[in-house]
């Protein structure tokens, strides 16, 4: 099996989730979600805009029955989006991880925004993170909760 090689999102229902960087707090979010982006080399922004769409609807909050019925713009939360290269990781071949598939920071900047961008436009308050930077993500995951989508 190769690695992957197409946009991935790590999506976490969280109670709240916040980076710093350098110790200092750079953004925050509280009830809603962390989303964990990894772009691939050739990735578009149509891409990241469906995938974004998708976020946005997906039903992971609990309705009154306490059912999955909801999304993130149904139950008024917020997202943390975090570009993380090491989603397109891949360990086929050795223990050592190759990014090979991971698009270049210039290539992943614009594609990263352009999620966010999409987020926004869905009506989920967007925070990020400091792209390109070492963070520390600091993650209440509720559920805990996790989904992994593929482009």
Known sequence: ARGPRELRAVVQRVREARVLVDGEP???VGSGLCVLLGV???????????LAGKVARLRIFANEEGKFD???????GEALVVSQFTLLA????????????????E??????????????REGVPVA????????????????????????
Request: glycine share 6%.
């Open 90 to 105: 891949d360990t086929a071949r050795s223990n050592r991880p190759s990014f090979t598939y991971a698009a270049r920071p």
């Open 107 to 120: 290539e992943a900047e614009p594609v990263y925004e352009a999620f966010c961008a999409t987020l926004e």
């Open 70 to 76: 909801r999304s993130v713009v149904d139950a008024g």
């Open 40 to 50: 691939a080399q050739g990735d578009e922004r149509a891409t990241a805009e469906r």
């Open 26 to 28: 750079v953004a925050s």
């Open 128 to 151: 990020r993170g400091a792209f390109g930077a070492r963070m520390l993500v600091e993650i209440a995951n509720d559920g805990p909760v996790t989904i992994v989508l593929d482009a």
